[in-house]
């Protein structure tokens, strides 16, 4: 009997499975709103100098506003007042001859600056000043961010396959709730810095740990809907976002707004079961049993366990020793699995790279911010679709390597689509946007079918941090095209063909039961193809 055999037997994919799915959504619900919270809270508004300095207490007091910024702040060539210069000095002959500036003496902002607040109740940029020469330290914070990410996705994954599913998951719940917070109430930047980090580190642990809880607990038949519709709430989410921050256009009450749904996941979380078959590898059979029984008890299969014991579960998944503690050194120990490791690491660093390359790289639709942030969540949905199909058709190798393949095809058509037509390049931005959307949503189900069960987690939390590898470097390979302009274009594209060449050198896993242990990888698994195949098997 095999872990499929009891699985069938409580039934994969009844209202036990339905449950546990819904307990994960509601903290995936934070995980667009913080990893795309940079948009909103890092913006610079228009602003000018202050120039408040310059009153001489006489005819600078008796002139209109309007009238004090064209003697106080030189123009733009665009004709907008300079951002970072004002004049040493009131300059009132501007008011009869505003075209004569040349050589006028310029000095830094003196006393501060003044921000337009018309869309932006405050952000980062007005709450310490970071525009002008502190600009680049306002760009860090999403890098910042996502290094406690890449972080996170190392420490909660190999946490979650020492110490449970479940437990490790409350820890993430708190660790991000408590630094979400944390940052919403920083007092100087580096706090806000340091407490953003820790945020992006626990949240790794819910992005990882979800989406494994939930696979683990369904059948082979219904792993492909529960991969791609797990992965809607991003979508969905990303899509709500800028509605929330229309309605809350502070950044301190947008950051504890995007924090908030961990509460209700906390409350949750005493409903949400512990991976069975984590619990069987690690030989904890009677919480497995405990577990199973409730499933059964749920989906109305109560029968089904009275045959089934606790030491009946001990011979499902064949360990060689239920004492031994795995690591991410095993990712490497084995041939297999060290071919495995390599061919992963590839795909997630390529499908991350790509995919914040291609959203950096899609220019806007000429449309304010919050209507742009909506459009490219609601153009990810078509994808969800697209790979559903896709993924049962042609199953997970196909998919992976065709989606990556697409995507650094629109990349490189891009390049030779003319600057004014400005709609057929936002067209092909958006169809690789898709694509590459299509790609990350395979590779999350992919991986989690490849990886054993006693090293699922230290699989997904090794590629996790590969793809933050790729996220971090992304806006580097952006400042290439200071070089030659089609260069980042270029090297996305050659990254995105050559992480789905890595893919289509992975095993096919559509129809094959879940590996449990490091021999079963090492080993060529036996297909499942169908239930009744199940329950005939030994």
């Given at each position: 009997?095999?872990?499929?055999?009891?699985?069938?037997?409580?039934?994969?994919?009844?209202?036990?499975?339905?449950?546990?799915?819904?307990?994960?959504?509601?903290?995936?619900?934070?995980?667009?709103?913080?990893?795309?919270?940079?948009?909103?809270?890092?913006?610079?508004?228009c602003h000018h100098c202050n120039i408040s300095s310059l009153d001489d207490g006489g005819v600078f007091r008796n002139l209109?506003?309007?009238?004090?910024?064209?003697?106080?702040?030189?123009?733009?060539?665009?004709?907008?007042?300079?951002?970072?210069?004002?004049?040493?000095?009131?300059?009132?002959?501007?008011?009869?001859?505003s075209s004569n500036m040349t050589d006028l003496p310029?000095?830094?902002?003196?006393?501060?600056?003044?921000?337009?607040?018309?869309?932006?109740?405050?952000?980062?940029?007005?709450?310490?000043?970071?525009?002008?020469?502190?600009?680049?330290?306002?760009?860090?914070t999403a890098t910042?961010?996502?290094?406690?990410?890449?972080?996170?996705?190392?420490?909660?994954?190999?946490?979650?396959?020492?110490?449970?599913?479940?437990?490790?998951?409350?820890?993430?719940?708190?660790?991000?709730?408590?630094?979400?917070?944390?940052?919403?109430?920083?007092?100087?930047f580096t706090m806000f810095a340091v407490?953003?980090?820790?945020?992006?580190?626990?949240?790794?642990?819910?992005?990882?740990?979800?989406?494994?809880?939930?696979?683990?607990?369904?059948?082979?038949?219904?792993?492909?809907?529960?991969?791609?519709?797990?992965?809607?709430?991003?979508?969905?989410?990303?899509?709500?976002?800028?509605v929330v921050a229309y309605f809350v256009n502070d950044w301190r009450y947008l950051t504890a707004t995007a924090t908030t749904p961990l509460f209700l996941a906390m409350i949750c979380w005493w409903w949400l079961p512990e991976s069975a078959r984590w619990l069987i590898s690690n030989g904890k059979v009677n919480s497995a049993h405990f577990y199973l029984s409730k499933c059964a008890k749920v989906n109305g299969r109560e029968q089904s366990m009275a045959d089934i014991k606790?030491?009946?579960?001990?011979?499902?998944?064949?360990?060689?020793?239920?004492?031994?503690?795995?690591?991410?050194?095993?990712?490497?120990?084995?041939?297999?699995?060290?071919?495995?490791?390599?061919?992963?690491?590839?795909?997630?660093?390529?499908?991350?790279?790509t995919y914040y390359g291609i959203s950096l790289n899609v220019s806007g639709f000429g449309v304010n911010i919050y209507l742009t942030q909506f459009i490219y969540g609601a153009i990810e949905l078509p994808a969800k679709a697209f790979v559903f199909f896709t993924l049962n058709k042609i199953g997970r190798r196909l998919s992976q390597t065709g989606t990556l393949v697409m995507t650094g095809l629109c990349i490189f058509c891009n390049m030779f689509v003319p600057r004014d037509n400005a709609m057929f390049q936002t067209s092909v931005g958006a169809l690789g946007k898709m694509f590459a959307e299509a790609s990350f949503t395979t590779v999350f189900l992919y991986t989690t079918e490849l990886y054993p069960t006693v090293m699922r987690q230290?699989?997904?939390?090794?590629?996790?941090?590969?793809?933050?590898?790729?996220?971090?470097?992304?806006?580097?390979?952006?400042?290439?095209?200071?070089?030659?302009?089609?260069?980042?274009?270029?090297?996305?594209?050659?990254?995105?063909?050559?992480?789905?060449?890595?893919?289509?050198?992975?095993?096919?896993?559509?129809?094959i039961r879940l590996p449990e242990t490091i021999e079963d990888v090492e080993h060529t698994r036996r297909r499942s193809i169908s239930t009744s195949d199940e329950k005939s098997q030994p």
């Open positions: 009997m095999k872990f499929e055999n009891v699985l069938a037997e409580v039934n994969g994919f009844g209202r036990f499975q339905l449950r546990t799915i819904l307990l994960t959504v509601i903290p995936r619900v934070t995980l667009p709103f913080h990893f795309l919270l940079n948009n909103f809270i890092a913006v610079i508004p209109s506003q309007a009238e004090r910024l064209v003697v106080s702040i030189p123009l733009e060539a665009d004709g907008t007042p300079n951002s970072c210069q004002m004049f040493a000095e009131p300059q009132y002959h501007l008011l009869l001859n310029t000095v830094p902002c003196q006393n501060g600056w003044v921000y337009d607040n018309s869309t932006f109740k405050s952000s980062l940029a007005t709450e310490w000043d970071l525009v002008c020469d502190k600009r680049r330290v306002n760009r860090a910042i961010f996502f290094m406690g990410v890449m972080l996170g996705a190392a420490v909660f994954g190999y946490l979650s396959d020492r110490f449970g599913r479940k437990t490790t998951l409350l820890v993430s719940y708190v660790t991000t709730t408590f630094f979400g917070f944390a940052s919403a109430f920083s007092y100087n407490m953003r980090f820790f945020t992006g580190f626990g949240l790794s642990g819910i992005s990882i740990i979800t989406i494994v809880l939930s696979i683990e607990w369904v059948d082979i038949k219904h792993r492909t809907a529960v991969g791609v519709l797990t992965s809607m709430d991003w979508s969905v989410s990303t899509a709500l976002l800028p606790p030491e009946t579960l001990s011979k499902v998944i064949l360990v060689e020793n239920e004492n031994r503690k795995y690591s991410y050194l095993d990712l490497v120990r084995t041939p297999k699995m060290r071919r495995l490791a390599l061919l992963t690491g590839i795909v997630w660093f390529g499908v991350a790279c230290n699989g997904l939390g090794y590629c996790s941090f590969m793809a933050r590898v790729g996220v971090s470097v992304s806006p580097l390979i952006m400042l290439l095209e200071e070089v030659w302009g089609h260069l980042p274009s270029t090297i996305f594209s050659l990254v995105a063909v050559a992480a789905g060449l890595s893919a289509s050198l992975l095993p096919e896993t559509q129809n």
